[in-house]
């Protein structure tokens, strides 16, 4: 017998068929004879929905209040799920975070996983039942208060949960067929990939590709869970993230896939005095706003005038925040000016074959080039390359980086549900 945790995304369980969907496809993993945990997020886009509630009631809301309310979405979608498991006959309990002993931080929004308990949950498998778990939730023991995880925090439960009950396999359910190439929405022939390292896995997810949520990954390879990824509208075989350090199988191709991310924004400090120290004076206070940065680049000074400017990316949202911290600390720094650009795009060619294989990125810049898309930034990690593009050039700089690597598959991509979780 095996214990599988399975995971339903928002666009799986969006409506009440759908429930009764995915609540069927459930009954059937265990009548296959399976023990089944199932981490289910809000329906649709009810997380949306509920955030813009909150922001209707108060400019600013309380990072308490705001976990009490988002928690809320997870409760609707599994005791629904529970109700329709029942309907089929079969013995279905549902959970909400803190029932199902995740432990985090205290940090409102974005808490950390500490430790999981999941004693109620496996009292259910003994006793027969499916049990459901609310994703996306935890609790803190210090506050006693209800916490979230970050967007997309469903994921996380699903593989804290497979890690603390040593489950055979993690299966992520979503709205398209599994890990792609690319954006099939971006690349409407974009491949699925059958199996890749979660190394890639983690540089995909980092570098904007939303199938599964980063801190899901890391949490995997962490504790050596294997991830399955596939479609709740089919019965496709999906992709696997496999860890090769535990011995897993996986098919060796050079490149993985490319990424691409709106979601960033540039920021230039123009004018740092090109002396010792200055990197550290600025980044300790871009720190200090506790927005994550991502590329950083710095321009050689002239000699004339004894000037650089250095260059980074961040999430937009943090934009405003540290424009603000910097500009207050502008003469202490002595640097001339701020710019801040939000048309940018970034993408990202992931691949562990990189390490062995010579031309890549040369491959990359020129198949650009040829499309008259001009770079502004680069950075690269050992399986990594991204550039920063125009905003309005990135689709296209994607499309034409995946045909040059031969990424394009033979038929379209489809995808279900349209929202990609
Ligand atoms: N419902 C939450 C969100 O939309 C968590 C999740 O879907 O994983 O971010
Ligand atoms: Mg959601």
């Not at 590709?209 to 869970?225: S, T």
């Not at 002239?302 to 000037?307: F, M, S, Y």
């Not at 050039?393 to 394009?408: K, M, Q, Y």
């Amino acid at each position: 017998m095996s214990l599988i945790v399975q995971k339903y995304g928002g666009s799986s369980v969006a409506d009440a068929e759908s429930i009764k969907r995915v609540a069927k496809r459930i009954v059937e993993t265990r009548k296959a004879g399976n023990d089944v945990v199932v981490v289910v997020s809000a329906m649709g886009d009810t997380t949306d929905e509920l955030f813009d509630l909150a922001l209707s009631v108060s400019p600013l809301p309380s990072g308490r209040e705001l976990d009490m309310l988002l928690t809320a979405g997870e409760r609707i979608s599994m005791a629904l799920l529970a109700m329709a498991i029942k309907s089929l006959g079969q013995e279905a309990r549902s959970y909400t975070g803190s029932q199902a002993g995740l432990m985090t931080d205290a940090k409102h929004g974005s808490a950390r996983i500490v430790d999981v308990n999941p004693a109620r949950v496996r009292a259910a498998l003994d006793a027969g039942a499916i049990a459901i778990v609310a994703g996306f939730q935890g609790f803190n023991r210090g506050t006693g208060d209800i916490t979230t995880l970050g967007r997309g925090g469903s994921d996380t439960t699903a593989v804290a949960l497979a890690a603390a009950l040593d489950a055979d396999v993690c299966e992520i359910y979503t709205d398209v067929d599994g890990v792609f190439t690319a954006d099939p929405r971006v690349v409407p022939t974009a491949r699925k990939i059958d199996t890749i390292t979660s190394e890639e896995m983690l540089e995909l997810a980092a570098a904007g590709a939303k199938v599964l949520y980063i801190r899901a990954v890391e949490y995997a390879r962490r504790h050596g869970v294997t991830l399955h990824v596939r479609s709740s509208f089919n019965n496709n075989e999906g992709t696997l993230v496999v860890n090769p350090e535990n011995g897993e199988i996986v098919e060796e191709a050079i490149i993985a896939g490319v990424a691409a991310d709106l979601s960033e924004a540039k920021i230039t400090v123009v004018g740092v005095p090109d002396v010792p120290g200055k990197a550290a004076q600025i980044f300790t206070i871009v720190a200090s706003t506790e927005a994550n940065i991502d590329m950083i680049v710095q321009n050689v000074s002239t000699a004339a005038t004894g000037l650089a400017d250095i260059s980074f990316t961040l999430p937009k949202l943090d934009g405003a925040k540290v424009i603000q911290t910097l500009e207050a600390k502008k003469s202490e720094v002595g640097f001339d000016s701020l710019q801040y650009d939000d048309q940018i795009g970034k993408l990202a060619l992931v691949g562990a074959g990189m390490r062995t294989n010579a031309g890549v990125s040369a491959k990359l810049f020129t198949a650009l080039f040829d499309a008259g898309i001009n770079i502004e930034m680069i950075s690269t990690s050992e399986i990594r390359i991204s550039v920063v593009t125009r905003a309005d050039t990135l689709g296209e700089a994607v499309r034409v980086v995946h045909s040059a690597f031969d990424l394009d598959g033979e038929e379209e991509a489809k995808v279900h549900g349209g929202t990609g979780r």
